[in-house]
């Protein structure tokens, strides 16, 4: 499965959820407001901006936003929000596409850095990430901590998720840190929708590695937008990683 495959013009029609889910307000009014605090009155890049579900509000709160992203039609449905003057968009992949100018801030949410598939790759991003910040700027991941230990010995499956309508279930390749996100909804009927999305997971220290290649310190690890203490027990992080200045 490639990526272009998987974010095509379906996959952009029923991407977005307004008010529920990744788009409702508990969930997206944490993240623009750190972002917005993070840019500090500069230019913010986007790697794989999607929809503009962050980049919308972060530009509606005064922050110039450009993108990057791989999927055309997302752009198409980013431009029933926002025109090319308002978020500029280069489309390409995050990992070598270059936008004009230089940032503040790079910022890279919701797991997104797991669609490059292998190492050389999601270093590649965070070096990409280098290149377009001025001295000092900032580059911000939001991840999920691969929860390995919920799996048995021998096992290669896992639900992470059952719910009315839909069951969530990840299977694991962990000799090369691959993981495959199954996700099945259904209804009344005998039949269900699979989407699946293919990742490769990274360990917090594996990319706190990765931003040392590329020349970044890590600057803070919280569990989530809000600022909240990372623990051994926490399931995703939002980590800052600064280039020195």
Same mark, same amino acid.
């Given at each position: ?7 095509? /013009? ?17 969930? *997206?009014?944490?993240?623009v407001?750190?972002?917005? /605090? *993070? ?5 913010? *890049?986007e790697?794989a901006v999607?929809t503009?579900? &962050?980049? &919308? $509000?972060?530009?509606e709160r005064? #922050?110039? &936003? ?15 929000k926002a ?18 100018g230089?940032?503040?801030? &790079? ?5 997104t850095?797991?669609?490059l *598939?292998?190492? /050389?790759? !999601?270093?590649a ?25 919920k799996?048995?010995? +021998? !096992?290669?499956?896992m639900?992470?998720?059952a719910e009315p +309508?839909?069951?969530?279930?990840d ?6 840190q !691959?993981? #495959?996100?199954?996700?099945f909804?259904?209804g ?14 990274i360990? $917090? ?15 803070s690890?919280?569990a989530?937008?809000s600022? /909240?203490?990372?623990t ?10 600064r280039l020195?200045?």
């Amino acid at each position: 499965m490639r990526q272009e495959e998987i974010w095509d /013009a379906e996959t952009a029609q029923r991407y977005d959820t307004p008010g529920t889910g990744m788009f409702a307000p508990e969930v *997206l009014g944490p993240t623009v407001d750190r972002l917005a /605090a *993070l840019a500090g009155g500069g230019r913010a *890049l986007e790697f794989a901006v999607g929809t503009g579900r &962050v980049a &919308v $509000p972060l530009a509606e709160r005064g #922050v110039p &936003v450009t993108g990057i992203e791989l999927s055309a039609p997302m752009v198409a449905k980013l431009r029933t929000k926002a025109d090319e003057a308002t978020i500029p968009v280069v489309v390409g992949d995050m990992a070598t596409a270059t936008a004009p100018g230089d940032y503040t801030l &790079v910022y890279l949410v919701y797991n997104t850095i797991s669609n490059l *598939l292998d190492q /050389a790759e !999601q270093v590649a991003c965070f070096r990409n990430a280098a290149r377009h910040l001025r001295p000092g700027g900032r580059f911000v991941i939001e991840l999920w901590v691969p929860e390995l230990r919920k799996l048995p010995p +021998g !096992q290669q499956a896992m639900v992470w998720c059952a719910e009315p +309508g839909y069951i969530g279930l990840d299977t694991y390749d962990v000799l090369h840190q !691959q993981v #495959v996100s199954h996700h099945f909804h259904f209804g009344e009927s005998r039949e269900a929708r699979l989407g699946r999305s293919p990742h490769r997971y990274i360990w $917090p220290a594996e990319l706190d590695l990765m931003g040392q290649l590329a020349g970044f310190e890590l600057e803070s690890r919280h569990a989530d937008w809000s600022g /909240a203490e990372f623990t051994a027990e926490s399931r995703s992080h939002v980590s800052v990683y600064r280039l020195p200045g």
